[in-house]
């Protein structure tokens, strides 16, 4: 399948710092996603991404469609404790009907 | 956003047994579904991608005879795992692209996953 480099695998912040993780591919995405999944449940949207260049917030969260559209970004400003959780990016791959996800971010916040 | 909704949230069965997983859009018509399987600690593998009224497309390494896929209308896919075994539990997720207020939309939203544990 389809390679999706997500970075870094885990961090440990303080309540208080911005995050940043990305996702970079060698192919193509029409469409690039972010997701957050607490311990047990399915993956909840954050954020979508429609066209390169794109840069999208929702809230304290703000996501990036790179210009190549081979990569996304996603930033959370001013972490609390209750962003812990794994965050995962898919992208959903040009001329294909299906989306790859990344391996995770996995974000401890320490208060 | 958009609801969809999975049942059961758990199951526990015995080896041998099958095991049905019930995926549902709430509150939208979902033409495309996709089912998961995600091991502890390890990102969303797909499984296979069902359009409604058709046969599921399986993803390589994926027996389509074990894990059966019906997708009978546009707001339900269910996933039969049959005869189970231990080496299948695991988390099961759903997820469903379709359309939002009329207008086909590349957003894909998931289901609470179901937790199958096979004795």
């Known amino acids: 399948g389809q390679q999706l480099n997500q970075s870094p695998q885990s961090m440990f912040i303080q309540e208080g710092e911005d995050v940043s993780m990305n996702c970079t591919s060698s192919?193509?995405?029409?469409?690039w996603l972010w997701y957050k999944q607490d311990p047990g449940e399915g993956p909840v949207l954050l954020i979508a991404?429609?066209?390169?260049?794109e840069l999208t917030s929702n809230g304290r969260l703000t996501a990036q469609f790179g210009i190549t559209r081979k990569d996304s970004f996603l930033n959370i400003s001013a972490s609390i404790p209750s962003d812990v959780g794994i965050y995962f990016c898919?992208?959903?791959?040009?001329?294909?009907?299906?989306?790859?996800f990344g391996s995770g971010t996995k974000l401890n916040v320490k208060p | 956003g958009a609801v969809v909704s999975q049942h059961p949230s758990w199951v526990i069965c015995k080896s041998g047994t099958s095991v049905k997983i019930e995926c549902r859009s709430l509150?939208?018509?979902?033409?495309?579904m996709f089912w998961y399987r995600q091991f502890p600690k390890q990102s969303l593998m797909l499984m296979a991608t069902?359009?409604?009224?058709?046969?599921?497309?399986?993803e390589q390494g994926v027996e389509k005879d074990k894990f059966l896929i019906n997708h009978a209308s546009l707001t339900l896919s269910t996933l039969t795992v049959t005869s189970a075994h231990p080496e299948d539990s695991s988390f099961y997720i759903c997820?469903?692209?379709?359309?939002?207020?009329?207008?086909?939309?590349?957003?894909?939203?998931f289901g609470e996953g179901s937790r199958l544990t096979v004795l």
């Open positions: 997820s469903a692209k379709g359309h939002l207020g009329g207008a086909t939309t590349g957003e894909l939203f």
């Open positions: 898919a992208g959903l791959l040009y001329n294909f009907n299906k989306f790859y």
């Open positions: 509150d939208f018509q979902a033409t495309t």
């Open positions: 069902s359009n409604e009224g058709s046969k599921a497309t399986y």
């Open positions: 991404l429609y066209k390169a260049g």
């Open positions: 192919s193509i995405f029409n469409t």
